[in-house]
């Protein structure tokens, strides 16, 4: 059944026409007034909902029952990262919404390719956010990841809550070994590069403890999934 993301109030027994994407997406898939689909609100669970009228451009539904089904992890992870350039960011943002990330911070490192602000910063995010969107729709998700707006690492760290650093300094932990056995997980991860020795030492100054993934030098679209992926599991 096809799943769409409705940032709308749900109610069983409601009747409301579908924000212009998923009705879009239901036209393109050239459903019929009696056909259902599934809609969530990033609320918690979802809603079974029947077509009742196609118009040219829009499409009216009638909201269904609700199922308080959920697919998120027990540990909530929070992904710090220094930007990868391109298309890169795209990718992870996609793929760690599919991983079940709680939320995305992203950097602007001293290293950093990428840098954003002002009102490109706010494109992006805007589209990282429909990134995620999809990606929830497809993967089953009821609860769309947060994407917060870009900050520099400077702004950020100021304020920021302990967690695991990614690092190649040596002595650091493999990353299972010092992972806090209750609460929230943040990881932070650099750009392409890594982070500046400087940068290390001020997360570290914050509760940030250095870690190692593997005996390889992993990309930076790479390791926060592999890091995702470990922590979930």
């Not at 809603?47 to 040219?56: K, N, P, Y």
């Not at 298309?87 to 995305?104: P, Y």
């Not at 490192?109 to 429909?130: I, T």
Request: hydrophobic share 45%; glycine share 8%.
């Amino acid at each position: 059944m096809p799943r769409f993301y409705c940032p709308a109030p749900l109610a069983t027994g409601a009747t409301l026409d579908l924000p212009a994407g998923p009705a879009r997406h239901v036209q393109v898939l050239r459903m019929q007034p009696g056909q259902t689909i599934t809609l969530f609100n990033g609320q918690g669970g979802e809603f079974e909902a029947t077509i009742e009228r196609m118009g040219r451009s829009d499409v009216a539904v009638v909201v269904g029952a609700h199922d308080p089904v959920e697919r998120e992890a027990a540990r909530a992870v929070h992904l710090v990262l220094g930007m990868p350039a391109n298309d890169r960011m795209d990718w992870l943002v996609e793929k760690a919404a599919e991983l079940g990330v709680t939320s995305i911070q992203p950097l602007v490192c001293e290293r950093s390719v990428l840098r954003l602000n002002g009102e490109r910063a706010d494109k992006k995010r805007a589209h990282w956010h429909a990134v995620g969107v999809a990606a929830c729709e497809q993967s089953g998700r009821n609860r769309v990841p947060e994407v917060h707006a870009v900050r520099s690492f400077a702004d950020w760290v100021a304020s920021a809550e302990p967690g695991l650093l990614l690092s190649l300094r040596p002595g650091s932990q493999p990353m299972l070994n010092a992972v806090p056995a209750t609460g929230a997980i943040h990881f932070l991860s650099g750009p392409e590069g890594g982070l500046s020795p400087s940068e290390e030492d001020a997360a570290i100054a914050r509760g940030y403890r250095p870690v190692t993934l593997a005996n390889r030098v992993l990309r930076s679209e790479t390791a926060p999934l592999a890091a995702l992926a470990q922590l979930q599991f």
